[in-house]
Structure formats: structure tokens, C-alpha cells
Nanobody
Framework: QVQLVESGGGLVQPGGSLRLSCAAS????????IGWLRQAPGKEREGVSC????????YYADSVKGRFTISRDNAKNTVYLQMNSLKPEDTAVYYC??????????????????WGQGTQVTVSS
């Protein structure tokens, strides 16, 4: 049974950086896309970023472009999200998800093959 485990969250000041990791405990086919979504209390879930396996194409929400970078290590079945220049509005629980659909579908979807339990990111002065 496959499980996704997020790590790397924490408390950081505005302008700081964090790197999130999403590691799979079991095998996920290389053709699956893996992405990050976030949700804050009282707000709708937002697709943040996604990366494909076949060509390495990446996708970012407009709100994080130029600040966040997603990468994938297929050998380790792990995806990373480097977050720089963090803002208070980035505060949320960050989840990773994997599915055989496209990144645009994942970022706007409501259900996925695999979900992690989430990691809390808090940006505050």
C-alpha cells in the first residue's frame, strides 16, 4: 500500500525559506504526476505546483511564481518544493498528491489516488 509523507514545514519569518519533501513509502509509477496543494482554515484548497515525469514540465500558481520551485527525484520517488521569499499569505497546511492525470487536472481536482497527511507552514513575524 502506497503512502505519501510530507515533511519540512515549520515556522518562518516573512522573507524566509523552507523546503518541503514528499516521499512515497511504496512504488508509484513514473508516469504519475505529483503536485502540492495547500489549504488554510476558512479558505478553499489551492493548487500550488505540480511536476510531470515524462518531460519534467512544471506548473505554478500565479501567487507563487518566481518564489517556489518544484523538483522530482524519480529514483527516490520524492518530490521537493523549495519555497523562498515566503509571505504571511503562504501560511497553510501543504499536501502532496499523486495521480495519473495531467498537472492541470491535479491542481484543480478534488480527488486523487494518493494524498499525504500534510505539513504545516506558518509565516509570521
Amino acid at each position: 500500500q502506497v503512502q505519501l509523507v510530507e515533511s519540512g514545514g515549520g515556522l518562518v519569518q516573512p522573507g524566509g525559506s523552507l523546503r518541503l519533501s514528499c516521499a512515497a513509502s511504496g512504488f508509484i509509477p513514473d508516469y504519475y504526476v505529483i503536485g502540492w496543494l495547500r489549504q488554510a482554515p476558512g479558505k478553499e484548497r489551492e493548487g500550488v505546483s505540480c511536476i510531470s515525469s515524462s518531460d519534467g514540465s512544471t506548473y505554478y500558481a500565479d501567487s507563487v511564481k518566481g518564489r517556489f520551485t518544484i523538483s522530482r527525484d524519480n529514483a527516490k520517488n520524492t518530490v521537493y518544493l523549495q519555497m523562498n521569499s515566503l509571505k504571511p499569505e503562504d501560511t497553510a497546511v501543504y499536501y502532496c498528491a499523486a495521480e495519473p492525470r495531467s498537472c492541470p487536472a491535479l491542481l484543480t481536482g478534488t480527488s486523487f489516488d494518493y494524498w499525504g497527511q500534510g505539513t504545516q507552514v506558518t509565516v509570521s513575524s
